[in-house]
């Protein structure tokens, strides 16, 4: 029992104190356990340990994880690639879909919500680097993307995901990510309501919060090797 417990502590620890480094407030920064890949035990230690946001990336094992875990205090974030007929599932029973990245599936989401549901909370997920291997829009068409989800009433508009490219340097790394947040502001000049910047994963989640982060992605760093 004692791993997990104690990576989330010094995680915690880390995340507290980049914030402050950089001037924010540590409560802005919330960590989401990405739990892909790890068993039931797991992330039962890790809410046990206080732990109430947890990442997965495919949608039957994370359906069957939090149909397994039986809590509704726990709040279940939506992070892989999302196709567009697998949508109702994850209206169904997730809270968080962080990577929209096109018109059909946040439609079909917020057809699919159920009506005793808050709306699904949303981010648009950006393609900063411009990788062709990447999923995401493309950064000059987020904000558009944006304004139309922003239009549908079950899901809410929260802001922007990316999986940068991985770069070695911090200053690399804060480039990606201050290109999100020029997003966020441009979001914000157009008048849509949007508080979320989800990025930072357990290699570059110091850059991520220097430009801004208000959702970190974190496995390995807290949960150790994937199965
Ligand atoms: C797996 C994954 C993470 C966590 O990655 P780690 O390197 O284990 O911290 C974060 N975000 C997404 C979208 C992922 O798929």
């Not at 950089?22 to 797991?42: F, Y």
């Not at 875990?69 to 994850?90: C, E, M, Y």
């Not at 922007?160 to 290109?179: G, H, T």
């Not at 979001?187 to 910047?197: C, E, I, N």
Request: charged share 30%; hydrophobic share 40%.
């Amino acid at each position: 029992m004692i791993r997990v417990t104690e990576n989330l502590r010094k995680i915690r620890d880390l995340l507290h104190k980049n914030a402050l480094e950089h001037g924010r407030d540590p409560e802005s920064v919330q960590l989401v356990a990405v739990s892909k890949k790890q068993p039931l035990s797991a992330v039962l230690e890790a809410a046990a340990a206080g732990q109430r946001d947890f990442g997965e990336n495919l949608v039957q094992e994370g359906l069957e994880k939090i149909r397994a875990a039986g809590r509704d205090d726990l709040i279940w974030h939506f992070i892989g690639h999302l196709q567009s007929n697998k949508t109702r599932p994850v209206a169904g029973h997730f809270d968080w879909v962080h990577t929209i990245d096109r018109e059909k599936t946040a439609r079909r989401l917020n057809e699919q919500r159920p009506d005793d549901k808050p709306p699904l909370n949303v981010c648009i997920q950006v393609n900063v680097d411009d990788e062709a291997s990447k999923a995401g829009v493309r950064p000059e068409e987020a904000v558009e993307l944006a304004a139309y989800v922003a239009r549908l009433d079950r899901l809410r508009l929260r802001g922007f995901m990316c999986i940068p490219e991985p770069k070695a340097d911090s200053a690399a790394q804060r480039e990606s990510f201050r290109a999100m947040r020029a997003l966020l502001d441009e979001a914000r000049g157009r008048a849509l309501d949007v508080d979320t910047l989800s990025m930072g994963m357990s290699d570059d989640f110091a850059a991520a919060i220097a430009e801004g982060a208000t959702h970190v992605r974190i496995g390995t760093a807290v949960f150790g090797p994937r199965r």
